[in-house]
């Protein structure tokens, strides 16, 4: 459902989306199409967020990537931070402030 919700709000705001249910086919359309920015959980099937975070970094360690988490998971998010993730948003979340720090990133 969050998925959804998320891609519904992002293409509202103008943006392309390709929407992945799992960590492995993250990085998997990762590895053959161009994105200025991924969006992703930290609990997923067959790849966690920070296996995600990783795996995409070393292909594009420019891409910004944002966490999403639960509220609890200090010690994850801390984690995604120092191995390079560029945000993080505890769910659950306004979807005005998820724009805007997409907006944030993206303008650099």
Known sequence: MLLKSIEFKLKKDGYEVVAVSDGQAAVDSFKTESFDLVVTDM????????????????????????????????????????????????????PNEFSVRIEKILAG
């Not at 594009?60 to 639960?70: E, R, T």
């Not at 609890?72 to 931070?81: F, P, R, S, T």
């Open 43 to 94: 609990m997923m099937p067959y790849k966690s967020g920070l296996e995600v975070i990783e795996d995409i970094l070393k292909i594009n360690p420019k891409c910004p990537v944002i966490v999403l988490s639960a509220v609890g998971q200090e010690e994850m998010v801390v984690k995604a931070l120092k191995i390079g993730a560029a945000d993080y948003i505890t769910k659950p979340f306004s």
